[in-house]
């Protein structure tokens, strides 16, 4: 069991300094199975640089709406489906995500006339056809609303649970932090979210939490609890929640260099004496032993 860090970046500001991150995304790979969790800007590009196949991703899980968290979707959706054939989605999230499939890919839809263009063109359907081997359908979705904290889904030797202990820098905005539970271990992964006690219960005894990290410190206008994450907070949590590896991401542009990520460290472990680890684009981790792959 491993997680790969498909994008470590933190909210919508854009600055030269932090072009090499992209937007929020992690596979977790068990039993076999890719679990994909959010979907941020060049999603697809980094599930390929590591060397993923995209038609292989068959749950897609989405923390919140926010749209640094969604905006790679259409590529996401599309291009494996001209590519690869991928025709099938399965996809959990918060209300509202029903609406934003249908928007982006049902009938009427912002992608509709792409999608009729290629589906429905003898000549577009022969060309994908040759090249995936199959025949040309619309993209499908089944789509699950989380309405309340339990079991989302199960697979061979795992299962996905939800929670809605984040409290999100947009309180009125739904967020949801999902927990990977199998035989090899577990994985938490938070979305947006302050430093919070329901985190800390949900997280409870977990291999590896992969948390919210986008500020500093609690000053200012961060003073206030929910307002996302700072190292200091986050070895708290941790430590907390006896978890065994610590992951921060959603790496903010005002926190994005050298000085600051490396200062990170000695501020965790004032309360966390596990592995602590700064996300960056692509990094594989172990879940059983927390070790970089």
């Given at each position: 069991m491993k997680v790969v860090m498909i994008g470590t970046s933190g909210g919508i500001g854009l600055d030269i300094g932090n072009v090499d991150r992209a937007g929020p995304a992690v596979i977790v790979e068990t039993e076999g199975d890719l679990l994909l969790f959010d979907a941020g800007r060049s999603?697809?590009?980094?599930?390929?640089?590591?060397?993923?196949?995209?038609?292989?991703?068959?749950?897609?899980?989405?923390?919140?709406?926010?749209?640094?968290?969604?905006?790679?979707?259409?590529?996401l959706v599309l291009s494996p489906w001209i590519t690869f054939g991928k025709d099938q989605w399965n996809v959990y999230g918060p209300k509202g995500?029903?609406?934003?499939?249908?928007?982006?890919?049902?009938?009427?839809g912002a992608f509709d006339d792409d999608i009729v263009t290629r589906s429905e063109s003898?000549?577009?359907?022969?060309?994908?056809?040759?090249?995936?081997?199959?025949?040309?359908?619309?993209?499908?979705?089944?789509?699950?609303?989380?309405?309340?904290?339990?079991?989302?889904?199960?697979?061979?030797?795992?299962?996905?649970?939800?929670?809605?202990?984040?409290?999100?820098?947009?309180?009125?905005?739904?967020?949801?932090?999902?927990?990977?539970?199998?035989?090899?271990?577990?994985?938490?992964?938070?979305?947006?979210?302050?430093?919070?006690?329901?985190?800390?219960?949900?997280?409870?005894?977990?291999?590896?939490?992969?948390?919210?990290?986008?500020?500093?410190?609690?000053?200012?206008?961060?003073?206030?609890?929910?307002?996302?994450t700072d190292p200091k907070s986050l070895g708290w949590v941790a430590a907390q929640a006896e978890v065994k590896t610590v992951i921060a991401t959603h790496i903010a542009r005002r926190v994005d260099d050298p000085e600051t990520l490396a200062s990170f460290e000695a501020l965790v472990a004032e309360s966390f004496s596990g592995r602590f680890l700064v996300a960056e684009d692509l990094l594989k981790v172990d879940v059983a032993t927390g070790d970089v792959l």
């Amino acid at each position: 069991m491993k997680v790969v860090m498909i994008g470590t970046s933190g909210g919508i500001g854009l600055d030269i300094g932090n072009v090499d991150r992209a937007g929020p995304a992690v596979i977790v790979e068990t039993e076999g199975d890719l679990l994909l969790f959010d979907a941020g800007r060049s999603v697809l590009q980094n599930v390929l640089k590591s060397r993923y196949d995209p038609a292989a991703i068959d749950h897609l899980f989405l923390t919140h709406l926010h749209s640094d968290h969604i905006v790679g979707l259409p590529d996401l959706v599309l291009s494996p489906w001209i590519t690869f054939g991928k025709d099938q989605w399965n996809v959990y999230g918060p209300k509202g995500t029903r609406r934003l499939i249908d928007a982006l890919f049902g009938p009427g839809g912002a992608f509709d006339d792409d999608i009729v263009t290629r589906s429905e063109s003898p000549s577009s359907r022969k060309l994908i056809g040759s090249r995936t081997g199959k025949s040309v359908n619309r993209p499908s979705f089944e789509v699950t609303e989380i309405s309340k904290p339990g079991t989302v889904c199960k697979g061979r030797d795992w299962e996905v649970v939800a929670s809605f202990a984040p409290k999100h820098v947009q309180p009125w905005l739904t967020s949801i932090a999902f927990r990977v539970n199998s035989s090899k271990g577990s994985v938490v992964i938070t979305g947006d979210t302050g430093p919070h006690q329901d985190i800390i219960d949900f997280a409870k005894g977990c291999s590896v939490l992969i948390h919210d990290c986008t500020i500093k410190d609690r000053k200012g206008i961060y003073a206030h609890q929910l307002v996302h994450t700072d190292p200091k907070s986050l070895g708290w949590v941790a430590a907390q929640a006896e978890v065994k590896t610590v992951i921060a991401t959603h790496i903010a542009r005002r926190v994005d260099d050298p000085e600051t990520l490396a200062s990170f460290e000695a501020l965790v472990a004032e309360s966390f004496s596990g592995r602590f680890l700064v996300a960056e684009d692509l990094l594989k981790v172990d879940v059983a032993t927390g070790d970089v792959l």
